[in-house]
């Protein structure tokens, strides 16, 4: 039995006579496309495509073609649509779309998952239009993205019971971060009935920093997903289409003249024949489309232009709302225009045949005339007339000079984002009504506390992962305050601004800004009294001073289960198990994780996702202090998924949990593990300083395995004085490269540039200061046996000064009774090995020899203790070379070949560079070592024998050159090969290649 066929939106209706009925030169593609799906194919899991193409290139002719070939093997097949709202995004668009579509075709699937995931409710078109033409809805609570996720994805599954479901997703270049992220849950999930997805996007939309570009780079590492990229079609393709629109033939003139203006874009070459192309057609693609509208009648060309300024898609009821028109002059125009298939009719819809037509016509209006139509569409949301969201009246009101109700749409678009977890948008949603209120007179017309607003605005961009924008926002409107401002609008902005000090690197006193918000802050049961304490709380608790934070966190927490503030009181527990942490008075570190535990916990039942991730993030850092990696990791992971599911992949802790779950693969050897969790700092759209932060670990690890990061380290250093965990990490690589290439000077700068930085911004004794010292030692190490007699006395004069300097941080450290774990242990050992080590090499004050050995044997027994592969791998490198220059051959082999093992492992050439300069032989690798390649590795292993460049192996896997350039480093590193040419012959010789 054929399943039935969901309307695919406007891209499936019938279409004009003009337009080709017959596929042409897509035969490949669409075999191709339904055979990656499976469409006609009985699997365990069907297919994801990611369909690529030019605009007007094909595309959608192509998933036509699909559609009737589904639906002839028997599934059921449904498309949602994503728009062009620009700055007005809407969250989950083309989900609300499908789901309407399977509320009107299996309304009993629907009501049955509706049941058991209320969260899918949240995408119910009815749920996300403006309820009253004046008043909007109350915003409810923000939706846990987790479950509106699962809720989907069981709608889906649920859709398939009867048939096969085919999933079509459009022009996903218009796509919010929300709705790709949902699409990227849906690509890792298996479904349990047959379920594909293809998912098409315009490739020539996607500029360098456009979002979705990293987001179809990680898409298509996946496993589940294949891509598909449309090419321009043949000259011989373009003659047999423009043969099927012309059936009256054309003259040759003509034909290449279609030809060589259409370059292979199918799109192009209907609208050439259509117009009858000639000599007279316009080069401008424009011009080009807007000669369709010349053979309309004037009611035709009226509606199309009304049409396109509501962007590619309206509904009829706001359609005719803002039109205005005669019924029998809009109904006469709008069947001309789908008769002559500039729009399309859907079920309740139109739409433009193609979003360059839209787009076109939109920019043919006169300006004043643009105004006037938005303004229609103001009037006819405004009066309930025509159903709309938030986000398209904001963009409608705006568009029309109607800043008023820019303002007020705006905010409630905002509020709706962040119930769908989309902070990014909620940001700009906010930003663009806080500019409208610059004026004063506005602000008084609608009645408005702008403080509160600045908040909300502050409290999306950090969640969005920007805390710069988010103090920086709080700071101006602080300075802008007037005088004679009200004390409760000056202590929630201070307070916000101290919350947000915290977060970033800052000379402002970040406690002296809350104590002056306490001071302001309502006395009494006030809930804005309770937020600035829970505020409080947690400033005093970063600067230590952990007795004041528990009075005040108590204080806040009273307040908060007085006046039934839940998330408040849940964040409040989480900030006094983390004092518990933060005392560190002898207390079992199991009682404080269990305390930490019961937070995240009460923090899931109230749904406060920050206090949950915040616990997450401790537990997480209790672990790793004591090198507990495994437990680390789990606790870190489990905060980073949470953030994802919440849409908060960027907000304090859930990055940071990224971060240090990162630095925890790299101790613990897993590198491509660790590659692959800070592939998100290749989203350019990303905020600046979080993706720097795990930037670090990627350079790190890159450089360890040969790669020359120079450039992106120096690239780094300019927001060293914005966040001192890039400064710390990135200079130690900088100073480890250095010490490689034996430039001691270089590493001696780098040491000195760090600590000026971090002496400014945190204080010049700093814990990573010690670790910094004994890299800088070993550098100089390095560059001893080349200096000359001076140099060598200046390098070990400044050897003797960085010990002192490590030496000095430890002393205070342990002074302190601050928590001393088994990695501020391994690098004080380290800081004076090293330096016995100069000592030796240079000649000057030479260490006997026993110490020089006990030195070094305590360093790799702490290191061992410590568990990290790669700085293990490292001092017994370094070991093993003392021990064969001082006639220890047997114990240099032990710790060569355990550096060596643990370096293929790693992939890190640098070490392995390191042990064949010191005399350290590999042995015959055993015959199962090569196993230790990925599937991935082999093929492009196979590529590389082949002699294909980085470039050409990227293009033909679909994956960058960057992404390439890290496989092959991981080859090299684990064959022990020096190049690619060692490489390739290893292949051949161990029979890797296929």
């Given at each position: ?624 202090e004591a090198a507990e990696w495994d437990q680390a990791a789990h606790w870190f992971a489990a905060a980073v998924e949470r953030g994802r599911a919440a849409g908060l992949p960027w907000a304090p802790y859930s990055i940071e949990s990224r971060w240090q779950l990162g630095w925890v693969r790299y101790a613990q050897g897993d590198w491509d593990a660790a590659l692959e969790l800070v592939g998100i700092a290749d989203d350019e759209g990303g905020p600046l300083i979080p993706r720097a932060i795990i930037e670090a670990i990627r350079l790190a690890i890159l450089s360890a395995r040969g790669d020359d990061v120079a450039s992106a380290l120096t690239r780094l250093r300019k927001v060293w004085s914005d966040e001192g965990g890039i400064a710390v990490f990135s200079a130690g690589t900088e100073i480890e490269a250095a010490a490689h290439r034996g430039d001691a000077a270089a590493a001696i700068d780098a040491y000195d540039d760090v600590v000026a930085v971090l002496s400014r911004i945190w204080h010049e004794h700093f814990a990573g200061r010690v670790r ?189 050159t960057k992404t390439v350039s890290v496989h092959v480093s991981n080859i090299l590193g684990k064959l022990g090969a020096a190049g690619r040419t060692e490489a390739a012959a290893i292949a051949r010789r161990d029979n890797l290649l296929p």
């Open positions: 039995m054929t399943a039935p066929l969901s309307a695919l939106g406007t891209m499936m209706e019938p279409v004009a006579a003009h337009t080709s009925r017959t596929l042409v030169g897509r035969d490949a593609e669409l075999e191709q496309l339904a055979d990656l799906l499976g469409v006609g194919q009985r699997r365990e899991r069907h297919g994801v495509v990611l369909l690529s193409g030019d605009a007007g290139v094909g595309k959608t002719r192509l998933l036509m073609e699909l559609r009737d070939h589904a639906q002839a093997e028997g599934w059921r097949v449904i498309a949602g649509h994503c728009l062009d709202f620009g700055e007005s995004a809407l969250p989950y668009l083309p989900f609300s779309e499908l789901l309407g579509r399977f509320d009107t075709e299996l309304p009993d699937v629907v009501e049955r998952i509706s049941a058991v995931h209320p969260a899918i409710g949240r995408l119910q078109p009815g749920r996300r239009v403006r309820s009253t033409p004046e008043a909007p809805t109350e915003v409810e609570p923000s939706a846990d993205r987790g479950e509106l996720f699962e809720a989907v994805h069981a709608l889906l599954d649920a859709a398939a019971e009867g048939a096969p479901l085919l999933v079509v997703v459009e022009d996903t270049h218009w796509a919010d971060q929300s709705t790709r992220d949902l699409l990227g849950f849906l690509f890792t999930r298996a479904f349990t009935h047959p379920v594909a997805l293809v998912v098409s996007y315009r490739s020539d939309d996607l500029h360098r920093r456009h979002p979705l570009r990293r987001q179809v780079a990680e898409w298509t590492r996946l496993q589940t997903v294949d891509r598909l990229a449309l090419s321009p079609l043949p000259d011989d393709a373009v003659r047999a289409l423009i043969a099927e629109l012309a059936p009256e033939r054309l003259g040759e003139r003509e034909l290449a003249q279609i030809i060589g203006r259409a370059e292979g874009n199918a799109f192009f070459v209907e609208e050439l024949v259509a117009s009858g192309a000639g000599g007279w057609v316009p080069d401008d693609l424009a011009d080009l489309l807007l000669v369709r509208l010349d053979r309309l009648s004037d009611e035709a060309r009226q509606v199309v232009r009304i049409a396109s300024v509501a962007g590619r898609k309206v509904t009829h009821s706001l359609l005719e709302a803002a039109a205005g028109l005669p019924a029998a002059d809009l109904d006469a125009g709008i069947r001309q225009a789908v008769e002559m298939n500039v729009l399309v009719a859907g079920t309740k819809t139109y739409s433009f045949r193609h979003a360059l037509l839209g787009e076109a016509v939109y920019d043919d209006l006169l300006p004043g005339e643009r105004v006037r139509l938005h303004g229609q569409y103001v009037a006819a949301l405004a009066a309930g007339a025509g159903r709309g969201t938030a986000a398209e009246m904001a963009r409608h009101a705006r568009r029309a000079m109607d800043l008023d109700r820019a303002v007020t749409a705006g905010i409630e678009a905002g509020a709706e984002a962040i119930s769908v977890g989309g902070p990014d948008e909620a940001a700009r949603h906010y930003d663009h009504a806080l500019e409208l209120l610059e004026d004063p007179e506005r602000v008084a017309r609608l009645d408005l506390d702008v403080t509160k607003l600045v908040v909300q605005a502050a409290d999306a961009h950090s969640a969005a992962g920007d805390s710069q924008r988010s103090a920086a926002l709080l700071a101006e409107h602080l300075e802008r305050l007037p005088a004679d401002a009200p004390a409760v609008a000056r202590a929630r902005l201070l307070s916000s601004y101290a919350m947000a000090l915290c977060i970033i690197e800052t000379e402002v006193d970040p406690l002296a800004v809350s104590h002056e918000a306490v001071g302001l802050a309502p006395v009494g049961e006030s809930p804005l009294r309770a937020k600035v304490l829970a505020t409080h709380a947690r400033v005093l608790a970063g600067q230590g001073l952990v007795e004041d934070a528990e009075n005040a966190a108590t204080e806040a927490l009273a307040l908060a289960e007085r006046l039934a503030m839940p998330v408040l009181a849940s964040e409040v527990v989480t900030t006094l198990s983390s004092l518990r942490f933060k005392r560190g008075e002898g207390e079992d570190s199991a009682a404080v994780r269990a305390a930490l535990e019961d937070a995240a916990q009460r923090a899931v039942a109230a749904g406060a996702v920050s206090a949950e991730l915040r616990a997450l993030f401790l537990i997480g850092r209790s672990h790793q910094l010292a004994a890299q800088t030692i070993g550098a100089i190490a390095c560059g001893l046996t080349a200096a000359s007699a001076a140099e060598r006395a200046s390098l070990l004069e400044r050897a003797a000064l960085l010990r002192a300097d490590g030496d000095t941080v430890v002393q205070r450290f342990l002074a302190s009774n601050a928590s001393w774990g088994p990695e501020g242990r391994a690098w004080a050992l380290r800081l004076g090995a090293e330096h016995l080590r100069a000592r030796w090499l240079g000649g000057v004050d030479v260490p006997e020899r026993e110490d020089l050995l006990a030195a070094w044997e305590a360093a790799v027994a702490a290191f061992e203790d410590f568990a990290s592969v790669p700085e293990l791998a490292r001092v017994r490198t370094t070991y093993a070379g003392i021990l064969r220059a001082l006639g220890e051959t047997t114990a240099a082999r032990e710790q060569g070949d355990l550096a060596r093992g643990a370096a293929h492992g790693l992939g890190a050439v640098v070490l392995l560079e390191e042990l064949r300069a010191a005399g350290s032989t590999a042995l015959r690798a055993a015959p199962s070592e090569p196993q230790r390649l990925t599937a991935r590795e082999r093929e492009i292993l196979a590529l590389v024998a082949e002699g294909r460049t980085n470039g050409e192996i990227g293009r033909q896997l679909f994956i960058s």
